[in-house]
Every structure is written in C-alpha cells, then in structure tokens.
C-alpha cells in the first residue's frame, strides 16, 4: 500500500516532536483506567487460549501498553511509525522488541500473529483508508487470532490539533463512529466480537471512548 502523501509524514513528525512528554504524561495512565486494563486482560485471555504466540502492539507510542501485554503473559513487540517514539519505548523497555514501522505496510509475514493491538493508532487514518488498513492487519493475523482498537468515538468527523503534549503541532485525526469502524473490519475478514463504549475521563478525555474486539475469520 503506497504512503498517502503529507499523511503520514505529518503524523510521524507530530508524534517525534511530542514523544518525550507524551510518554511522561501518560506513563501511568492505566493505573486509573481499568475498563482499559479489563479490554487488555480479555484480549490476553484470548490470546492464551489461541494457544499464544507473537502479539503486536500496532502503534504503540512510547512502549507502555506492550510492557502490560508483556506483564499479562503475552510474547508482545511494538511497531510505530514514528523514530522519536520507538527510541523512548527501546529506552523504557531495553527488554522488548520495537521496531519503526506503519500500519500501511507491516514487515511481517502473513498469518504472523496470534493476536494484533491497535491501541489508538488508527485514529490519524482517514475512514476512506482504513479498509486498506485492516486488510493489512487482517494480513498479519492468524485465523482465529484477536485483533483490538481502540480509539475516540464520534461521527467520523476530522479534527486538526495544533498544540500537543506542550509543543507546536500540525495534526490531523477522526473521531470515528464504531459501527462504521466494524463494518469496515468485517469487510476485511475481522468480524466484531464484543464492542465496548465508556464515558470520558477527565482532564484528558473530552470523548467517549470505543473499544472494538474482533477475530480474524
């Protein structure tokens, strides 16, 4: 899949200009989050009695949602577009595995993993292109295997961030509806198993959040 041009370019420089402090602000964010743990520790569970093998987190910033997968059991590496971001979760996490890549063309084999994250990382990819997205993920997947994303619920509509973590920003996202996000996945072979919608919390959240877990046909 070819790179949509200024698109991603413009979300990998936003994230390595705000990697540092994004990851301090959130270090411990899932410490007060356990409807995010609970989605966590069911994907783990699934993953388990897949009977385990290569999970990746797809997006995974600065590392500290692959040191809880990792935590759960699970034989989690990370994958993210932006330099800046994989050097703070190499730091973080000397012990994991994280490579810089993109969800637009992952360097994994097909039927590689035996269960995928998509922890607010599709949330820069425009409804128009996340089909092509999740073929990919639905790629890398093994029949059976669980995927999960996650990401601010709305009515596919665009948002442009100009400020970011303390820092200057240009940034463009989606708030994006789940019915329509698991219509999309199912198209690619990722039927919806279990959707899961909570209210914000503040101060950081101004939306409610969507978790979709799906299964790779």
């Known amino acids: 899949m070819t790179e949509p041009p200024g698109e991603l370019a413009e979300t990998r420089a936003a994230y390595d200009t705000v990697a540092v402090d994004y990851a301090a602000l959130l270090r411990d964010d899932l410490a007060g989050s356990p409807v995010d743990r609970a989605v966590l520790g ?75 994250l998509a922890w607010y990382s599709v949330i820069h990819t425009s409804p128009a292109r ?21 990401f601010q619920a709305g009515a596919d509509e665009p948002v442009h961030h100009r400020q970011g973590y303390g820092h200057p920003i240009s940034l463009h996202g989606w708030r994006l509806d ?23 919390e503040p101060p950081h959240e101004r939306t409610r959040q969507a978790y979709l877990l799906a299964v790779r046909s």
């Open 42 to 116: 069911l994907f783990a569970e699934l993953v388990h009695a897949g009977g385990g093998g290569p999970v990746g987190d797809l997006g995974c910033g600065p590392g500290r949602v692959t040191a809880h997968l990792a935590g759960l059991g699970l034989d989690a590496f990370g994958v993210d577009l932006s330099p800046g971001m994989v050097t703070v979760a190499r730091r973080t996490h000397p012990e994991l595995r994280f490579d810089v890549g993109s969800l637009t063309a992952l360097d994994l084999p097909d039927g590689d993993l035996a269960g995928a």
């Open 130 to 150: 996340q089909p092509a997205v999740f073929a990919e993920l639905a790629r890398v997947l093994r029949p059976g295997a669980p995927l999960v994303i996650a």
């Open 178 to 200: 789940p019915a329509r996000v698991a219509d999309r996945l199912a198209a690619a072979g990722l039927p919806v198993r279990t959707q899961v919608l909570r209210e914000p």
